[in-house]
């Protein structure tokens, strides 16, 4: 019987990162039998079965159907249903990416199960533990038995903390390897058309960090901070955002301002990739999208106090950014003088490749 690998994919920014070593794997079919795991952390049609036709990804082989929940809700579900499903599958390897809940709960539970793990995007670091996600970083690391990591500062914050490099490695950027692939799928689409927008003209905003949207004042400041810029504004809005919008009322009318802020659902991939590479800017508190933005060149503006990835702002096209901070930014970009960035080493679209290569060695 060859190795299962159980591949767990939970919430938006994890579909592209499984989804190409899903692929990869695909080819090693006499080594290992890769089955796909959703735990249902996003469930609504736009936040996730979109991204698995869009992605080539099949149907998972389990879904716990998770869904909504506090975090100790959330997580704690997610481990009695993975429990479940790693008894009765026994897979050789548990295989994580990213930093959300689900990839917090199923590591844990697989390491009591004495299966191995492997966290793909390890090493990263806030360094603020306010962020759920700092902590699902540091747990997720600290128990994984191999730890691939997309840059090198991954590296060095994991042998800062202890980490034995035998459990490290340097695979590069796997969404990346998914960014690529949709970029020459979509080239040719004109998506800010249906905004009645032209190419280059506009800002793509997205915003769902709890510190920014969850507190609706903080949320209508960002909002009047859009509607000032001189610019007009695409917003695709994330579930947990549109919910305080619509709750108190932020928003309504923008598309009419002056300069107007264009809100619309949570975009499939291929869309919100053809509006990123057209963007005049992005302004993002996301993390994924700071690394899009400087693979493809975009300016971007990060709005939050810190980032777990330092990389996009010592090599790419990357800026924290503040309310304060943020007219003066825009003025730079609308003046051509933002800097040029570079792509990252290893951010080439072969991570896949080399975090199979890896996985196979691991399972033997
Ligand atoms: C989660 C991740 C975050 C990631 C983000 C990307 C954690 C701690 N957070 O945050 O790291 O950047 O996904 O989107 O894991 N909802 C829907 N439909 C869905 C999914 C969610 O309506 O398909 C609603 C939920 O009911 C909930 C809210 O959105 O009220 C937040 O969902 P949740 O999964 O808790 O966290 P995110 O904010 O999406």
């Not at 079965?49 to 149907?59: I, K």
């Not at 995007?121 to 996600?133: C, I, K, N, Q, V």
């Not at 914050?157 to 202890?162: K, T």
Request: with cysteine; net charge negative.
């Amino acid at each position: 019987m060859l190795p299962k690998f159980l591949l767990v994919a939970a919430a938006r920014p994890n579909f592209m990162k499984i989804a190409p070593i899903w692929h990869e794997l695909k080819k090693h079919l006499d080594r290992c039998e890769p089955l796909l795991v959703h735990t249902g952390q996003h469930y609504d049609k736009n936040m996730s079965d979109v991204f698995f036709e869009e992605l080539g990804l099949p149907r998972p082989h389990v879904h716990l159907g998770i869904g909504a929940g506090s975090h100790a809700e959330q997580a704690g579900q997610v481990m009695i249903a993975f429990e479940k499903v790693c008894q009765e599958l026994k897979p050789a390897l548990v295989v994580v990416v990213g930093d959300v809940n689900s990839t917090l709960a199923c590591s844990i539970t697989a390491k009591k199960l004495w299966i191995p793990v492997a966290h793909v995007e390890a090493g990263l670091r806030s360094r603020d533990w306010t962020m759920p996600e700092e902590i699902n970083r540091l747990v997720t690391d600290a128990i994984s038995d191999l730890l691939l990591t997309p840059s090198r500062d991954a590296d060095e914050n994991l042998a800062r903390e202890g980490v034995a490099p035998e459990r490290v490695r340097l695979v590069g950027n796997v969404m990346i390897d998914s960014l690529a692939l949709a970029v020459d799928r979509v080239r040719d689409r004109d998506v800010p058309s249906r905004f009645g927008l032209a190419k280059g003209s506009y800002g793509l905003v997205t915003l769902h960090r709890p510190s920014n949207v969850d507190d609706p004042a903080s949320l209508r400041r960002i909002f009047d901070a859009l509607l000032a810029v001189e610019a007009p504004i695409v917003f695709p809005v994330h579930p947990r955002t549109h919910k305080i919008l619509e709750a108190h009322g932020i928003g309504a009318g923008a598309d009419r301002a002056p300069h107007p802020v264009h809100l619309a659902g949570p975009m499939p991939y291929d869309d919100f990739v053809n509006l990123t590479l057209n963007a005049r800017f992005v302004l993002t508190d996301s993390g994924g999208i700071q690394e899009e933005t400087t693979w493809l060149g975009i300016p971007c503006l990060t709005l939050r106090p810190n980032t777990e990835r330092p990389i996009t702002v010592t090599e790419g096209t990357n800026e924290l950014a503040t309310l304060a901070s943020l007219p003066g930014q825009l003025a730079r970009i609308t003046a051509g003088q933002w800097k040029q960035g570079r792509i990252p080493d290893l951010w080439d679209g072969r991570a896949a490749e080399r975090i199979a290569a890896a996985l196979l060695e691991l399972a033997g």
